[in-house]
């Protein structure tokens, strides 16, 4: 398994897989090695740990003792009850004709229940943001008492006590705090806090009247969101294909780290390519470092198929950065909230950028909500552009209605205390190394090309039909869907990122699941 130097622990190989692993991908490190408050203690033999059966393994699934959570009456959505509905990054017209189609009702702890009684058990956490699990009591009971309290609050010339209080606890519990990151713009989604990243970082440069800094670098296959700027940085080419003619100008895009033929099979981060950073020095010599505002990437590219940075890559781009006075903005939307069995990529990593972007782990995905992270000094040079003469003068000319939402607030303070509680950044990382021997059980069944993971994220690539790109892995998600398990799919790569409290017993449905169906297809 690769892990950052820091954070390098034992490899427990569970006799689960054990037979279906090579030899010479089994790495046994000695000798112990602190993860937070998880310590991982080496054996001569990777299976010393896992000396309970499969039996027991099973048990502790939450799929063998979940039910569903309120009634169980069940019913059927027709075609014609979703003929209104546009929906989103869905293949409409295939979903709507479907015998079948995957409707969902309710949702506990790693389960969701469909109209007609199923039980699925959620591969993905939603769209990889439910990290804590689908509606716990305790932040499901601070939205009911929040909303029958102050159920809205302007966040223009207004305030409300639990925004105030959601930012600093984030500052204080969530961020490293020699990381300077301490001040929180709130938005209401992923998209919009990248947005708001990237209108921070022109307005920063204008501040200290460097105004020609007005070109972004993004990266192909990054994913930052479906507004015109997050489309303008992104690099999928499907996203941006009806709209090409009103991409923001000045934006250019660094390479794929991703190679392939290099990074088959990789555990976490791959040891080659991080001299592909330098591409960067490129960009810089070509249109000018006095030109570019931010640089912005994903430390993990999620939504194009789980693609862990090369070992040194994102150092390298912060020396970059820092070299040219570029700011450098990480999309955390999908590694933020202990994904990587921290609180952030940026501290997985030890990189620390000038802002972070995030949502969906930020209340848990039960109410919309986003917010951006940036150092202390930007904040400042935007106080600093107004006098302090007492006159209503705003700083910055940007925000959103549901900014702040009071409900958003409360659901995010009991989200920060659930992961707490329950310390959940914590069993990520203890988790993630039988969740990695999971996912690469998987090499050498038929049609997979490829298997990557890091923390809590991994992927599954499959060859494709030919001429017919993105239909095997739709078949697979269907597949598994039917058989009880929601993955996502993302072109012929199915990825997965289940809830952080996720058991051994549930990773062992998943990847029977994912397993047995790979070989029913053709």
């Given at each position: 398994m690769t892990v950052p130097g820091h954070l390098r622990r034992s490899v427990v190989v569970s006799r689960r897989w054990r037979a279906s692993i090579a030899p010479e991908n089994i790495i046994v490190r000695v000798g112990a090695v602190r993860v937070g408050n998880a310590t991982a203690t080496a054996t001569t033999k990777a299976t010393a740990a896992f000396a309970h059966d499969r039996t027991r393994r099973s048990s502790s699934s939450s799929t063998a003792t979940a039910s569903p959570p309120t009634t169980t009456t069940t019913t059927t959505t027709t075609s014609d009850d979703m003929e209104a509905l546009w929906m989103p990054f869905t293949p409409n017209k295939l979903f709507k004709s479907s015998a079948r189609p995957r409707v969902l009702a309710r949702a506990k702890g790693m389960h969701y229940w469909t109209t007609d009684g199923r039980q699925i058990l959620d591969g993905t956490a939603g769209l990889w943001c439910t990290n804590a699990g689908h509606c716990?009591?305790?932040?499901?009971?601070?939205?009911?008492?929040?909303?029958?309290?102050?159920?809205?609050?302007?966040?223009?010339?207004?305030?409300?006590?639990?925004?105030?209080?959601?930012?600093?606890?984030?500052?204080?519990?969530?961020?490293?705090?020699?990381t300077k990151l301490n001040r929180v713009f709130f938005t209401m989604c992923g998209s919009t806090s990248v947005d708001t990243a990237m209108k921070i970082s022109l307005?920063?440069?204008?501040?200290?009247?460097?105004?020609?800094?007005?070109?972004?670098?993004?990266?192909e296959r990054g994913y930052h969101g479906v507004g015109f700027g997050g489309l303008s940085v992104g690099g999928i080419l499907n996203n941006r294909r009806a709209y090409a003619s009103c991409m923001i100008p000045g934006v250019d895009h660094l390479k794929s780290t991703y190679h392939r033929d290099r990074h088959a099979y990789t555990r976490g981060e791959p040891e080659w390519g991080g001299h592909l950073a330098e591409e960067l020095d490129s960009l810089v010599s070509l249109h000018g470092a006095s030109t570019i505002a931010a640089v912005i990437l994903e430390p993990v590219p999620g939504s194009t198929g789980v693609l862990p940075p090369p070992r040194g890559y994102l150092r390298r781009i912060r020396e970059i950065c820092d070299a040219h006075d570029i700011l450098l903005i990480f999309d955390e939307v999908i590694t933020g909230f202990?994904?990587?069995?921290?609180?952030?990529?940026?501290?997985?990593?030890?990189?620390?950028?000038?802002?972070?972007?995030?949502?969906?782990?930020?209340?848990?995905?039960?109410?919309?909500?986003?917010?951006?992270?940036?150092?202390?000094?930007?904040?400042?040079a935007l106080m600093n552009t107004?006098?302090?003469?007492?006159?209503?003068?705003?700083?910055?000319?940007?925000?959103?209605?549901?900014?702040c939402h009071p409900v958003a607030m409360a659901a995010g303070l009991a989200t920060l205390d659930y992961y707490r509680d329950q310390d959940l950044f914590d069993r990520a990382a203890r988790i993630s190394p039988y969740f990695e021997e999971g996912m690469h059980s998987l090499k050498g069944l038929p049609n997979v090309v490829d298997v990557r993971n890091i923390g809590l994220m991994g992927a599954v690539e499959l060859e494709p039909y030919p001429g017919s790109p993105g239909r095997r892995g739709h078949e697979l998600m269907e597949r598994c869907f039917e058989d009880g398990v929601m993955v996502r799919q993302t072109g012929d790569t199915i990825a997965l990122s289940p809830p952080l409290i996720v058991s051994e017993g549930d990773i062992d449905v998943i990847v029977d699941t994912i397993s047995r169906n790979l070989r029913k297809l053709r």
């Open positions: 716990p009591d305790p932040i499901v009971k601070a939205i009911q008492d929040q909303v029958a309290t102050l159920d809205y609050c302007p966040s223009f010339l207004f305030g409300h006590p639990k925004s105030f209080e959601y930012a600093n606890r984030l500052v204080s519990e969530l961020l490293v705090p020699d307005a920063y440069h204008v501040a200290r009247g460097d105004g020609t800094r007005y070109r972004f670098i993004g990266r202990g994904r990587l069995g921290r609180g952030t990529a940026s501290e997985y990593f030890d990189v620390v950028p000038d802002l972070i972007t995030c949502a969906k782990g930020l209340t848990n995905a039960m109410i919309p909500a986003g917010a951006v992270f940036c150092k202390g000094n930007i904040y400042d107004t006098p302090d003469d007492g006159s209503p003068y705003i700083e910055l000319f940007h925000g959103y209605t549901y900014s």
